[in-house]
Every structure is written in C-alpha cells, then in structure tokens.
C-alpha cells in the first residue's frame, strides 16, 4: 500500500477528485475516510465536524461502528478528539487509552484500538473539526504522516467553510461562517449611518487553488513572493520619516523579525512539499500558528497573531501581484471601507464620492483618523472585535455610527428599517437644507450665530452648505497631524490663506497648536505621561518651544495680509500666560511691519476657557483679551474630575447640571460686563438641547461640527427664549444630578423641535 507519507500528492489528486464528483455530501465524506485510512495504514479515520454550541460530531468513519456517524458528540475539551479541538494542536499516542483525558465511547466500537493521531481542522485560527486514524497495535505515526494528516485537514477545512463539504443547512455554527447575518456593537466614533458593500483596506485573498501540479513551480512562486515580502518590510521600516518614531519604529523591527524567521519560512516550505500550492501553504501555516498564539496566556504573543495574520495576508497578496491596499481599485459606488486600523492619509486616498463609512477593529474618538472622518463627514465605528476575519468584500452592510453598532450580510428586515430610517433622515436634511439661509433667530427675535468647527481644508466647501455665520473654531493642528513632517512656513500660509478666501466676509478664528494629551505629532517625540490631558500640552508647549508657535503667528500674519485676523491661545489656565502668547503675536506683527509686509486689517486675540482656574480671572483676563471661547470637552472633564476618555466615567455627569450652567453663567455675565464676546465651541454647542440651554443663559456665538447646524438651526428657530431662559434662573441653584429631563420638557412645551 503506498503510504501518504510516501506520495502526499497524489493522495491530494485523489481527494480533489472526489471532491469534483456529484454526489451528496455524506457520500464524499465516506469516500474521504475510506481513502485516507488506506493511505495511512490505518484501520480507522474519522472526522468529526464542529457543530451550534461548540460539539463534535462524528460525520463519517472509516473503521468504527457507522450506527455511531451522527450520534456520537463530544464537547470541546472533552475526550482526546475535544482535547485536539480545544487545544488546536495535534496529538500522536502510542497508546490512547492510557491517556488521563481519554473518554470511552461504546456506540463507537472503539475498544480494540490503541494507537491514536489526530489533527485539528483550522481556518482563520479557528477549530472547524478533527480528523483522526487509529490502529490495533501500538506505534507512534511519523512526522510526515502527521504532516500528511494537516494538509489533509487544511484542504478540509477550505471545503468545509465554503460550503463544498458539508451544506451550510447541514453543519450549523461553526464561528467563522461568512454567509449568516452578523452583528456586533462597538465604540461611535463619527455619526451617521451608512447601507453599503464592504470593501476590505488590505484584502484578504481568497485561495481559490490549493493542490499543486508542479511543487517546484511552487517553490519558486514561494522564494520569489517572500523576498518582495522582505524587502517592501524593509522599505517600510528604514524609510526616513521613521527615524523619529520612537517605540513605534521598535514595533515595525519587530514586524521585520517576523518577515526575516527562518522558522516561518521553513515550515512554508515543508507545506509546499506536502502537495500544496503557496497559497495554501501560507494560510495553513498561518491558521496553525494564529491557533497556537491565540490561546496563549502572554497577551503580548496573542497581540503578535495580528502582525502574523498581517504578514502571511501581504504574503497572499505577493503571490497574487496584488496592492498593498484597495484605494487604487475599481470600488464600488457604496464603500464601507474595513480594516483593523489604518492612518489619516491612507482614508483620504479613497474616493470620497464613494466612501460611505469606516469600521475599525481597533480607532478611539481621538485618532487621527477619527479626526479626518468627522471633517469628511463619514460615519464610523470602531472597537469592533474579529471584524475583518468575519468580513468579505462585497458582503452588504449597514453602520450605525450613532449606536456603535455594525450589521454584516444584515436579514432584509434590519435592511428595510435601515431604509426607512435613511428616508427619515434624508426628509430632515431637505428641511435643513430649507433653512441654510434663514437666520438662526429664536421666535422672540433673538439672534445666535452657528459657526462651524473644521481644520482641514475639505471642511471648507460646509461653510457654504450649510449657510454657517464663520469658522468659529479651526484646529490648526489637524494639517500637522495627518502628515509626516512638519508643514513649512509657506505650506502653512497657504493653507490659511485658503481659509480665509473660502470664508469671504465671514469670520474665522484660528486656534493656535493644541498639541500633547491625545493628539501627538508623528514627528515629535513626546514622553509618556501619566495624566497627559493634564500634562505638558498646547499653550504649555507653545510657551516653552516659543519657535514653533512663532512660526505659526507669521504664517497667520502672512494669511491675513490685509484682512481680519482672530487667534485664539488653548488651554490657557492663568493670565500670566495669555498675556505671555499675546506678547508674541505682538512681537511677530511689529517684526512684519518692520519688513514692510501687509498687515492683517484687524487682529483679535483670545482664549479658550477649558481650564475652570480661568474662571475665576475673567475680569483681568478680559481686560487684555478680544474674546473667550469656551471649549466644552476639556472644561468638563477638568470641572468634573472625570476624564472623557474613560468609558466608566463618560456618561456621569452632565453638561446640564445646575453647577455647570452655572458656571457657565458666570462667564457669560463677565463678558457682557466688559463688552466682550463669549462663544461655546465643544460638543455641547452641537446638540440642539444644549444649544437652547446655552442661548437660554445669554451665549449668543455657537460652533459646532457641520452636521449640526442644521438640528441647531431648526430648534433655536421654533422656540421663545424668555420661557427656557426663565426656568433656568430658578432653577441654576438646583441641588439635584442634571436638569436635562425638567428642561426638555419645558422647551417642547415651548413647541421647540428637538429631532
């Protein structure tokens, strides 16, 4: 009998060819047994399949009682078969049942067999089944008959989940099926929702071809694919822009490591000689290796699956003569663009006419890429576990960046409420869109400007859209952010220059660098901190690197020439340093006027109020400061002592507690006092019961993310002032938790419109 150790290949031929032949799934799987046990000497192999629930089932043996063929289960974990499937790893034993964790089953027949080797049946790290052959006397299998056994099993595991082996309606569950409805809730970050195509970032290459004709022409394919692999990690890593990565370039040398193992390629080798193609000679490889890391106790080696899965998928991709990522590929008209985390510049090579959403496994609100999808307007949602190994391009999906909540391949009737729900949606924009001229006035005839919040220049064609009053707030970090060097000079003029002629006779005020706590450069070394949103960041390092800020007051200057021109210092928390930055403004348009430039028409200068230690400076502050914005995000969370980024703490206080408007008040009052102006600009200006709250207590400057010009709009325009601005008098002394439900209901009572 000629053994799969001997020839694996042709043993692959003959289980492609039955796999090639018409007949039910039973059958095929019978013919397999059979073929395998005559292949391997043996006088038994089985396979058992993972069923709903996590059980083993015996779907077809050759050797042992075929009453027992879907009647036998075994739980994962229980017995050597749950053992293999548990564990994801093989077992060979000489003598099975003198094995501590064997199980006796006597509806199998199997009591004269003492000889035992099994493998599991993976794919994407996971356990779909095991096979295993048993013998009457005792022998420990071989190397290359365990081996034979894997390859086996990798092919298996292909047919399996695509539904070639065993019908979906046939085997249930298994955890990696990709033709079931799949929904999984996340982390919001940008709103919107969004019904589309999935399209993967790096796309995961489907082998198609996985029994090879001729192993030396897959050899070849193989050294040739892993030297391009090489060099392309290579070229990542040394590229100049990293040297100023810090522990991030740590992490790409250790991605190097990963490409240049000679372990990893060896195994890829062995692989290939069993009768694979390269293709599949990677994914069984990775699948065993990804199970291994998977289940292991150190998180940092469970955290390398993913460079792994990485690595071996950019492999495929090699093989395939495939790009890097999707950008550059015929999309469709309704991308959800998929990846487990991706950079700012990489979202904005994607056409944005047809980008629809993002999902990401990994992303936070602060990201950076996080940032560019708000300025795109793009819902997005990240957090979401096990995403890109559940997804294939062209599965449909639905993203509801409202909720943080993902359908993939969704049942007709979550997309039919998704439809209505668009529908809906789409109605309120035509009314907002009816409004984008009319004035933000309440009905008693007292007028607010909606501003927007933008720092990139695609926000700019939104000041048109919308109708908005001016940019009353523009990060100029965001442009230093998505790059990998610092803007020059004239970069930055020009960039502020743009801004300034699309806003025309509207207003815009700059936002000098808010650098440090969440947003960092890629570029600028910066030490851990413990507190860092509290640590050395925007004005501080402003004030102690003078350069950097100088150099961005000139290019304002510059921008400006012959117009008016608003700054604004961040995270300023006593006057001492306001009036610090203020001096050198001062001292770069005396050093304009020196060298005979143009001088802005106008130039104010103000503040962010974030730090409450402010509030109690207001009078000295607003005797040298133009304005005072209030940046509601960090105010809160310094108010409050609740840090927004921790997700026990980021829904417990309330930016309608009485302490807070109050406080809120109290700014208002000084700067009417001083005759100067006051404007909100974090969150809390954007949402339309906020913003009735904030107008209630006399602030007459909002500004908010486009989006919310619209919702702000129409509710400032359905309601009196004098009834909501009443009840919050009496009620700002309020001893209780927030004044939210008492203040909505007073304000619909008004006949406001809320969305």
């Not at 929702?193 to 993967?200: F, H, K, P, Q, R």
């Not at 998704?418 to 933000?440: I, N, S």
């Not at 790059?483 to 960039?495: G, W």
Request: glycine share 8%.
């Amino acid at each position: 009998m000629v053994t799969a150790a001997g020839n694996p290949r042709m043993l692959l031929r003959r289980l492609r060819d039955i796999m090639q032949e018409r007949t039910s799934a039973q059958d095929r799987l019978d013919r397999i047994v059979t073929l395998i046990a005559s292949n391997m000497v043996a006088e038994v192999c089985s396979i058992y399949l993972m069923r709903h629930g996590g059980e083993l089932e015996l779907f077809a043996t050759e050797g042992l009682n075929k009453a027992a063929v879907h009647n036998t289960r075994l739980k994962k974990g229980e017995g050597l078969v749950g053992d293999i499937a548990l564990h994801a790893r093989p077992l060979n034993l000489p003598d099975a049942q003198s094995h501590p964790n064997f199980v006796f089953l006597p509806e199998t027949g199997e009591e004269p067999f003492q000889s035992l080797m099994g493998v599991p049946i993976l794919r994407d790290g996971l356990c779909l089944g095991v096979i295993v052959v048993q013998n009457k006397t005792r022998r420990l299998y071989d190397e290359e008959e365990v081996e034979a056994a894997q390859t086996i099993a990798m092919v298996l595991a292909e047919m399996v989940a695509s539904g070639d082996l065993v019908s979906p309606t046939e085997l249930e569950e298994t955890g990696i099926r990709r033709d079931r409805p799949w929904r999984a809730k996340g982390s919001a970050i940008a709103d919107g929702v969004a019904i589309g195509e999935v399209v993967l970032h790096e796309p995961r290459v489907k082998v198609e071809r996985l029994i090879a004709e001729n192993p030396e022409v897959e050899r070849v394919r193989l050294e040739t694919a892993v030297a391009e692999l090489r060099s392309s990690v290579d070229e990542m890593v040394d590229h100049e822009d990293m040297e100023l990565l810090g522990d991030t370039k740590e992490v790409l040398e250790a991605y190097r490591m990963f490409a240049n193992d000679s372990g990893w390629l060896t195994r890829l080798r062995e692989a290939i000689g069993t009768g694979l193609t390269a293709e599949a000679a990677v994914e069984r490889v990775q699948s065993e290796t990804r199970a291994r890391l998977m289940r292991h106790t150190d998180p940092y080696l469970r955290e390398r699956a993913h460079d792994l899965d990485d690595l071996a998928n950019r492999l495929l991709r090699h093989l395939a003569g495939l790009a890097d990522t999707s950008a550059g590929a015929l999309l469709p008209d309704n991308v959800v663009l998929i990846a487990r985390a991706m950079g700012p510049a990489e979202l904005l090579d994607y056409d944005r006419a047809k980008l629809k959403a993002v999902v990401l496994e990994e992303g936070s609100p602060t990201s950076h890429v996080a940032i560019v999808a708000r300025a795109l307007g793009i819902p997005l949602v990240g957090r979401i576990d096990n995403l890109v190994d559940m997804a294939d391009s062209g599965n449909a999906i639905i993203v509801d960046g409202e909720r943080g909540e993902v359908h993939l391949r969704p049942a007709a009737d979550v997309v039919a409420s998704y439809r209505a729900k668009l529908a809906v949606m789409a109605q309120r924009e035509l009314e907002f869109a009816a409004l984008r001229d009319a004035p933000a006035e309440t009905a008693d005839g007292v007028a607010v400007a909606l501003n927007l919040n933008a720092g990139l220049a695609v926000d700019l064609p939104h000041l048109d859209e919308t109708g908005a009053a001016g940019i009353g707030l523009f990060r100029t970090e965001l442009p230093f952010m998505i790059t990998t060097r610092l803007p020059s000079l004239r970069q930055q003029t020009d960039l502020y220059a743009r801004v300034l002629t699309a806003a025309g006779s509207r207003p815009v005020t700059f936002r000098t660098l808010d650098l440090g706590g969440d947003k960092v450069l890629p570029y600028m070394h910066m030490e851990a901190e413990e507190n860092p949103a509290m640590g050395w960041r925007a004005i501080r390092i402003s004030l102690d690197r003078p350069a950097l800020l100088r150099y961005q007051l000139r290019a304002m200057i510059a921008a400006a020439a012959g117009r008016s021109l608003n700054v604004m210092f961040p995270m300023i928390a006593e006057v001492a340093e306001f009036a610090q930055a203020r001096a050198l403004l001062d001292a770069e348009l005396a050093r304009a006027a020196s060298l005979g430039k143009t001088l802005p028409a106008a130039v104010r200068a103000g503040t962010m109020l974030e730090v409450p230690s402010l509030g109690w400076s207001l009078r000295p502050l607003l005797a040298i400061a133009d304005f005072i914005s209030l940046g509601t995000n960090d105010l809160m969370q310094f108010f409050f002592a609740s840090d927004r980024g921790n997700p026990r703490l980021g829904d417990r206080y309330d930016a309608l507690s009485p302490a807070f408007l109050r406080f809120i008040r109290t700014c208002v009052d000084a700067a009417d006092e001083a005759g100067k102006g006051l404007a909100v600009c974090g969150e809390m200006a954007g949402r339309p019961l906020e913003a009735l709250a904030l107008a209630a207590l006399g602030v007459r400057q909002l500004s908010m993310q486009p989006h919310a010009v619209g919702p702000v709009k129409m509710a400032i325009r359905s309601v009196a002032l004098a009834p909501l601005a009443a009840f919050l008098e009496r009620h700002l002394d309020d001893p209780g938790h927030s004044l939210r439900e008492a203040f909505r209901g007073v304000a619909e009572a008004a006949g406001a419109r809320l969305g």
